[in-house]
């Protein structure tokens, strides 16, 4: 039995063609699910008998399932959904006004292992389907019916748990979903993948899709990059802005590259790192967008002071950037950026190795920092 959810619309007439059916019927199931609600193959009624019956014996419509459901103080809610495995991945709805936007999970803990990160310290165990991935925004449109809220989703980030361009054909299927007219109907630029900086991803999305595309970038030098997010080591920061410029190239004039800056006291906050950073984005058409570290236990970073946020906000829109305030949503419940852990069975063994050797709090910035080198199966991960 195969998810249904787990095909676009390219893959499911192909899918229907291949098996004696015309590619119009796809589409056509394509609405049954994702405009009514249809889930049940007969009660599609415009198919022909032998074409539900096939469907029924071949296909299922398999919905993620709520383990635990969260409502932070200030609306943010958070789902822990139950994979077939046992495990948890989580999903984050963050209503703004008129927007509801979800923050979806692509994979089953992380293999990157950002060292601020506590999704990292998960470790990995694979990734999730297109259909594990819609589905969570299937569920967050059915949940918040149910708790009165009469809109749904109206934005997705892939900023759950997970590196996105490391599950890339499961994601671009998910995305192309996300902004098809016959499922979600999102606009392109209302999806946003964003990616540690993988960026043979960059360039694979480059050539299929426009989603709008966001990077972690969080220091302005190869140097400190290299320990705060390791795999720029393996990619570093002037092919990853020369990968974003390219992608540019394709959106055409009035897209941009969201730049994301998790702000770490005493690690890359300096009124001096501002500047290298402002210097450093020139070269890009972006908006920068600042995230106050959001603590996690054993984590050893701390956020900064109010003060020095601003002061490093001000630094940059002085130099001519956008440079916006991430606000931190849902931190009461686990749901702010980069505490999203789940319930992951590790197969890095990396949940034992931080265990064993937890990070001392207060220590010079040079030891506070667990160094992990990346092991070869993790980095084979990164060469798609
Ligand atoms: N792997 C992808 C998707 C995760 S997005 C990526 O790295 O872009 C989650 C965002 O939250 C990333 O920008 C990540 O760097 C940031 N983040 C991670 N841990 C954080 C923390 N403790 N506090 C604030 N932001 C964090």
New binding site residues.
């Given amino acids: 039995m195969q998810n249904l959810l787990d095909f676009d619309r390219a893959a499911l007439e192909a899918e229907f063609v291949a098996a004696g059916y015309q590619a119009f019927r796809a589409r056509q199931v394509l609405k049954w699910i994702y405009h009514q609600g249809v889930t049940d193959f007969d009660l599609m009624l415009n198919l022909s008998k032998a074409h539900r019956a096939w469907l029924v014996e071949n296909y299922v419509v398999a919905l993620p399932e709520v383990a635990v459901s969260r409502l932070s103080v200030d609306g943010t809610r958070k789902w822990s959904i139950r994979l077939t495995s046992g495990e948890l991945v989580e999903t984050v709805m963050i209503p703004e006004g008129s927007r509801r936007t979800l923050?979806v999970s692509?994979q089953v803990g992380?293999m990157?292992d950002?060292s601020?990160?506590?999704?990292?310290k998960q470790g990995f165990n694979g990734n999730l389907s297109t259909g594990q991935i819609v589905g969570q925004i299937m569920l967050a449109n059915a949940e918040m019916a149910e708790a009165g809220d009469e809109r749904s989703v109206t934005n997705v980030?892939?900023?759950?748990?997970?590196?996105?361009?490391?599950n890339f054909d499961a994601v671009l299927r998910a995305t192309n979903l996300m902004t098809d007219d016959l499922a979600f109907g999102l606009a392109k630029r209302r999806v946003t993948v964003?990616?540690?900086?993988v960026v043979p991803g960059i360039r694979k999305l480059t050539e299929h899709s426009e989603v709008a595309l966001?990077?972690?970038?969080?220091a302005p030098t190869d140097e400190l990059r290299n320990v705060l997010?390791p795999v720029n080591r393996k990619y570093p920061i002037a092919e990853l802005i020369e990968a974003c410029r390219d992608y540019l190239e394709v959106l055409g004039e009035r897209r941009s590259i969201t730049v994301?800056?998790?702000?770490?006291k005493g690690v890359n906050d300096s009124v001096q790192q501002a500047r290298e950073l402002a210097k450093l984005m020139r070269s890009l058409r972006c908006k920068i967008?600042l995230?106050?570290?959001?603590?996690?236990p054993g984590?050893g970073?701390e956020?900064p002071s109010d003060r020095a946020v601003r002061d490093f906000q001000t630094v940059l829109i002085k130099a001519g950037h956008s440079a916006m305030l991430r606000t931190t949503r849902g931190d009461d419940i686990e749901a702010?950026?980069?505490?999203?852990v789940g319930q992951v069975a590790d197969r890095t063994k990396r949940q034992e190795r931080y265990r064993s050797r937890p990070v001392p709090v207060g220590q010079p910035v040079e030891q506070q920092i667990p160094i992990v080198e990346l092991s070869d199966q993790e980095m084979k991960g990164v060469q798609i």
């Fill in positions: 923050c692509s992380c990157l950002c601020f990160c506590a999704t990292g980030v892939l900023m759950g748990m997970g590196e996105p361009l490391l964003s990616t540690a900086g966001a990077i972690s970038l969080h997010v994301e800056y998790t702000l770490m967008n995230i106050p570290f959001n603590p996690f984590s970073y956020r702010a950026c980069g505490q999203l």
